[in-house]
């Protein structure tokens, strides 16, 4: 009995030394061969370095690189963007007001990218941020409430033209957000109130002129014809006479009055005489 468990014991050993074995193989193993692989995206281009110097540039799939010896850096082809936080600006006519913005960019020629500037986003945004000053800076403060979309097309054609030297193409700036100072807003508040009025006499103005040009012909009319004006006393009359709630105050000259008066003195003693 002896003899034979010593075969089965030895073969367990043997065993456990090979788990124990491969167990090692496959810690060390694949940690190793991961700095030997790289995977590269569809939408990443990895810039090769051998020894320092730039070896070429590999497209997507899997790809191997000699640890120690050889580095890559992946760069992201895909439209990127960066957030301009708010920043106080002034206005041509000193006015402050607050900006913020965003920009939309994307990498045409990665090695520019990589050897010509340290850090391109870095580089965009601060670029960004100055050219959002310069051009805010030119303009006043009408401009910048009315003219945003120009302004940001300034803004995005004086980013592109040094951003073009990194290998970045500017899509696009936008301008997201214009805040001005609290008393800024109440003066602003009272110039609108103050155009609406304007616009409210003018119009108020133009319709008096109107129905004065249009009563002054409705007289010529009715002064050619020596009826009409008794004949819109009396429609007025009737119009008015319709509603039972309305008094209707006739007001009579008094020299009508004592006309009427005389006419009454001299027909009476007509009367006695006849009499």
Request: hydrophobic share 45%.
């Amino acid at each position: 009995m002896y003899l034979f468990l010593m075969p089965l014991n030895t073969g367990m050993a043997d065993f456990g030394s090979l788990v124990c074995c491969g167990g090692a193989f496959v810690m060390i193993g694949i940690p190793l061969l991961s700095m030997f692989i790289r995977v590269i995206y569809d939408y990443q281009k990895g810039l090769v370095l051998t020894l320092g110097k730039y070896s070429g540039m590999r497209g997507s799939g899997l790809q191997l690189i000699i640890p120690g010896i050889q580095d890559m850096n992946v760069v992201d082809m895909r439209i990127q963007t960066i957030d301009i936080p708010k920043q106080e600006v002034l206005s041509k006519d000193n006015v402050s007001a607050f900006i913020n913005a965003v920009v939309y960019f994307r990498i045409t020629n990665p090695e520019a990218a990589i050897f010509k500037v340290q850090d391109y986003r870095a580089a965009v945004f601060q670029h960004a941020q100055t050219a959002i000053r310069d051009v805010v800076g030119s303009r006043t403060l009408d401009q910048l409430l009315t003219d945003r979309k120009s302004i940001a097309d300034s803004i995005s054609t004086v980013v592109d033209k040094d951003a073009k030297e990194w290998g970045v193409d500017i899509s696009g700036i936008k301008i997201q957000d214009i805040g001005l100072p609290d008393s800024m807003k109440k003066a602003m508040a009272r110039q609108a109130q103050a155009e609406r009025e304007k616009r409210a006499a003018i119009i108020i103005s133009q319709g008096e002129s109107m129905a004065a040009d249009k009563l002054a012909a409705a007289a010529k009319v009715l002064s050619e014809s020596p009826g009409a004006l008794h004949l819109r006393t009396l429609q007025m009359i009737s119009s008015v006479a319709a509603d039972k709630t309305n008094i209707m105050n006739f007001v009579l000259p008094i020299e009508g009055v004592q006309v009427s008066g005389r006419e009454d003195a001299a027909a009476k003693p007509a009367k006695k005489a006849q009499v």
